[in-house]
Protein backbone atom coordinates (compact mmCIF):
# COMPACT_ATOMS: atom_id res chain seq x y z
CA UNK A 1 0.00 0.00 0.00
CA UNK A 2 1.12 3.62 -0.58
CA UNK A 3 1.21 6.58 1.64
CA UNK A 4 -2.42 7.45 0.96
CA UNK A 5 -3.37 4.36 2.20
CA UNK A 6 -1.65 5.15 5.42
CA UNK A 7 -3.47 8.67 6.03
CA UNK A 8 -6.78 7.10 5.48
CA UNK A 9 -5.91 4.74 8.13
CA UNK A 10 -4.84 7.64 10.06
CA UNK A 11 -8.29 9.48 9.50
CA UNK A 12 -10.57 7.09 10.27
CA UNK A 13 -9.34 5.92 13.73
CA UNK A 14 -10.87 2.90 15.28
CA UNK A 15 -13.10 2.59 12.49
CA UNK A 16 -10.41 1.33 10.09
CA UNK A 17 -10.60 -2.60 10.71
CA UNK A 18 -14.44 -1.92 10.39
CA UNK A 19 -14.07 -0.61 6.99
CA UNK A 20 -11.39 -2.59 6.07
CA UNK A 21 -13.17 -5.93 6.67
CA UNK A 22 -16.33 -4.53 5.15
CA UNK A 23 -14.49 -4.49 2.16
CA UNK A 24 -13.12 -7.50 1.89
CA UNK A 25 -16.42 -9.19 2.29
CA UNK A 26 -18.29 -6.87 -0.35
CA UNK A 27 -15.28 -8.31 -2.64
CA UNK A 28 -15.69 -11.78 -1.64
CA UNK A 29 -19.26 -11.34 -2.63
CA UNK A 30 -18.70 -9.64 -5.78
CA UNK A 31 -16.62 -12.45 -6.59
CA UNK A 32 -18.94 -15.06 -5.60
CA UNK A 33 -21.95 -13.21 -7.72
CA UNK A 34 -19.99 -13.24 -10.89
CA UNK A 35 -18.77 -16.83 -10.31
CA UNK A 36 -21.84 -17.94 -10.28
CA UNK A 37 -23.39 -15.69 -13.01
CA UNK A 38 -20.30 -17.13 -15.53
CA UNK A 39 -21.46 -20.67 -14.35
CA UNK A 40 -24.83 -19.63 -16.30
CA UNK A 41 -26.90 -19.52 -12.87
CA UNK A 42 -29.13 -16.63 -12.58
CA UNK A 43 -27.92 -13.94 -9.86
CA UNK A 44 -30.95 -11.65 -8.41
CA UNK A 45 -31.34 -9.00 -5.87
CA UNK A 46 -33.95 -10.41 -4.48
CA UNK A 47 -34.50 -13.26 -2.11
CA UNK A 48 -37.61 -15.39 -3.13
CA UNK A 49 -39.75 -13.85 -0.62
CA UNK A 50 -39.27 -9.82 -1.60
CA UNK A 51 -36.13 -9.19 0.34
CA UNK A 52 -32.43 -7.64 -0.62
CA UNK A 53 -30.23 -10.45 -1.28
CA UNK A 54 -27.36 -8.28 -1.53
CA UNK A 55 -26.26 -4.69 -0.42
CA UNK A 56 -27.12 -1.84 -3.21
CA UNK A 57 -23.03 -1.31 -3.36
CA UNK A 58 -22.42 -5.14 -3.80
CA UNK A 59 -25.12 -4.74 -6.78
CA UNK A 60 -23.91 -2.28 -8.45
CA UNK A 61 -20.59 -3.46 -8.21
CA UNK A 62 -21.89 -6.93 -9.72
CA UNK A 63 -23.86 -4.94 -12.70
CA UNK A 64 -20.41 -3.68 -13.74
CA UNK A 65 -19.56 -7.10 -14.11
CA UNK A 66 -22.37 -7.91 -16.40
CA UNK A 67 -22.20 -4.82 -18.66
CA UNK A 68 -18.16 -5.66 -19.61
CA UNK A 69 -19.40 -9.38 -20.14
CA UNK A 70 -22.73 -8.22 -22.48
CA UNK A 71 -20.71 -5.21 -24.10
CA UNK A 72 -17.33 -7.11 -24.57
CA UNK A 73 -18.23 -10.75 -25.29
CA UNK A 74 -15.43 -12.40 -23.97
CA UNK A 75 -14.47 -16.12 -23.26
CA UNK A 76 -14.00 -16.81 -20.16
CA UNK A 77 -11.49 -20.20 -20.17
CA UNK A 78 -10.82 -20.49 -16.55
CA UNK A 79 -12.84 -19.24 -13.41
CA UNK A 80 -12.01 -19.23 -9.87
CA UNK A 81 -8.66 -21.83 -10.16
CA UNK A 82 -6.06 -22.58 -7.80
CA UNK A 83 -2.23 -22.53 -8.08
CA UNK A 84 0.28 -24.73 -5.83
CA UNK A 85 3.69 -24.42 -6.42
CA UNK A 86 6.22 -25.88 -4.45
CA UNK A 87 8.81 -25.38 -6.32
CA UNK A 88 8.26 -21.21 -6.62
CA UNK A 89 7.22 -21.16 -2.53
CA UNK A 90 3.61 -19.71 -3.54
CA UNK A 91 0.01 -20.33 -4.22
CA UNK A 92 -2.59 -18.15 -5.47
CA UNK A 93 -6.52 -18.24 -6.63
CA UNK A 94 -6.64 -16.93 -10.53
CA UNK A 95 -10.11 -14.85 -10.60
CA UNK A 96 -9.99 -15.42 -14.60
CA UNK A 97 -8.02 -16.99 -17.39
CA UNK A 98 -10.26 -14.82 -20.73
CA UNK A 99 -9.79 -14.32 -24.14
CA UNK A 100 -10.69 -10.59 -25.25
CA UNK A 101 -10.21 -8.82 -28.44
CA UNK A 102 -7.74 -12.07 -29.78
CA UNK A 103 -5.82 -11.42 -26.48
CA UNK A 104 -5.21 -14.30 -23.85
CA UNK A 105 -5.54 -12.61 -20.75
CA UNK A 106 -5.17 -12.92 -17.12
CA UNK A 107 -7.59 -11.28 -15.36
CA UNK A 108 -8.05 -10.50 -11.38
CA UNK A 109 -11.34 -8.57 -10.35
CA UNK A 110 -10.92 -5.62 -8.08
CA UNK A 111 -13.81 -3.37 -5.47
CA UNK A 112 -10.83 -1.46 -4.39
CA UNK A 113 -10.98 2.30 -4.01
CA UNK A 114 -7.63 2.50 -5.80
CA UNK A 115 -5.53 0.17 -7.93
CA UNK A 116 -2.11 -0.12 -5.70
CA UNK A 117 1.12 -1.35 -7.20
CA UNK A 118 1.05 -4.81 -5.29
CA UNK A 119 -2.21 -5.74 -7.16
CA UNK A 120 0.31 -5.96 -10.08
CA UNK A 121 2.47 -8.11 -8.23
CA UNK A 122 0.48 -10.41 -7.29
CA UNK A 123 -0.81 -10.70 -11.04
CA UNK A 124 3.03 -11.40 -11.92
CA UNK A 125 3.17 -13.83 -9.58
CA UNK A 126 -0.44 -15.81 -10.49
CA UNK A 127 0.93 -15.67 -14.35
CA UNK A 128 4.76 -17.51 -13.32
CA UNK A 129 2.06 -19.93 -11.39
CA UNK A 130 0.46 -20.17 -14.76
CA UNK A 131 3.02 -20.91 -17.07
CA UNK A 132 5.12 -23.23 -14.69
CA UNK A 133 1.62 -25.50 -15.59
CA UNK A 134 2.12 -24.93 -18.92
CA UNK A 135 -0.54 -22.00 -19.38
CA UNK A 136 0.60 -18.99 -20.96
CA UNK A 137 -1.34 -15.58 -20.99
CA UNK A 138 -0.68 -12.61 -23.52
CA UNK A 139 -1.50 -9.90 -20.81
CA UNK A 140 -2.68 -9.57 -17.23
CA UNK A 141 -5.34 -7.19 -16.32
CA UNK A 142 -7.51 -5.80 -13.67
CA UNK A 143 -11.35 -5.69 -14.11
CA UNK A 144 -11.48 -2.38 -11.84
CA UNK A 145 -15.14 -2.16 -10.50
CA UNK A 146 -14.74 0.60 -8.60
CA UNK A 147 -12.92 3.00 -11.23
CA UNK A 148 -14.16 7.02 -11.47
CA UNK A 149 -14.31 5.91 -14.74
CA UNK A 150 -17.87 8.34 -16.09
CA UNK A 151 -18.39 7.12 -19.82
CA UNK A 152 -17.70 4.02 -21.82
CA UNK A 153 -14.05 5.85 -23.34
CA UNK A 154 -12.64 6.48 -26.63
CA UNK A 155 -12.67 4.05 -29.28
CA UNK A 156 -10.14 0.95 -27.89
CA UNK A 157 -10.93 1.23 -24.52
CA UNK A 158 -12.41 -1.46 -22.11
CA UNK A 159 -14.11 0.76 -19.72
CA UNK A 160 -18.08 1.91 -18.99
CA UNK A 161 -19.16 3.47 -16.38
CA UNK A 162 -18.04 3.19 -13.18
CA UNK A 163 -15.50 0.31 -14.21
CA UNK A 164 -12.49 -0.50 -16.69
CA UNK A 165 -10.15 -3.02 -17.76
CA UNK A 166 -6.25 -2.25 -16.92
CA UNK A 167 -4.16 -4.29 -18.94
CA UNK A 168 -0.53 -4.48 -18.74
CA UNK A 169 1.62 -7.12 -21.77
CA UNK A 170 5.16 -6.97 -19.83
CA UNK A 171 5.54 -8.21 -16.10
CA UNK A 172 8.99 -9.04 -15.98
CA UNK A 173 10.19 -6.10 -13.57
CA UNK A 174 6.91 -6.89 -11.31
CA UNK A 175 7.20 -10.55 -10.78
CA UNK A 176 10.97 -9.29 -9.97
CA UNK A 177 10.45 -6.71 -7.45
CA UNK A 178 7.70 -9.97 -5.58
CA UNK A 179 10.35 -12.46 -5.80
CA UNK A 180 12.72 -9.66 -3.96
CA UNK A 181 9.92 -8.77 -1.68
CA UNK A 182 8.99 -12.39 -1.02
CA UNK A 183 12.49 -13.13 -0.09
CA UNK A 184 12.71 -10.01 2.62
CA UNK A 185 9.58 -11.22 3.77
CA UNK A 186 10.95 -14.94 4.45
CA UNK A 187 14.44 -13.76 5.54
CA UNK A 188 12.70 -11.48 8.42
CA UNK A 189 9.91 -14.48 9.44
CA UNK A 190 12.30 -17.40 9.51
CA UNK A 191 11.31 -19.83 11.66
CA UNK A 192 8.19 -18.11 13.14
CA UNK A 193 5.08 -20.36 13.73
CA UNK A 194 1.67 -19.90 14.96
CA UNK A 195 1.17 -18.74 18.81
CA UNK A 196 -1.25 -21.62 19.11
CA UNK A 197 -0.79 -24.59 16.39
CA UNK A 198 -3.67 -27.02 17.54
CA UNK A 199 -7.31 -26.47 18.92
CA UNK A 200 -9.73 -28.12 20.35
CA UNK A 201 -12.98 -28.62 18.17
CA UNK A 202 -15.57 -27.78 20.98
CA UNK A 203 -15.92 -26.43 24.64
CA UNK A 204 -18.34 -27.43 27.28
CA UNK A 205 -18.27 -25.02 30.88
CA UNK A 206 -18.85 -27.82 33.77
Known amino acids: K ?13 DADTIRDEAGRRGTTVHEMSEAYDAGAEVSLLTEDGHLAYKVSEWSMFERYVDFIHRFRPIVNMTEQNFVNPELGWAGTVDRVITLQGATILMDIKTSNAIYPTYWLQLAAYRRLLEEAGIYVDQVAILWLNAKTKTN ?10 W ?6 DTVQDLNLFVHTKALWTAQNQGSRPRQATYKLAHQKF
Open 2 to 14: DAGYYMWLKSVGQ
Open 153 to 162: GKAGDVQGEG
Open 164 to 169: QLLRKD
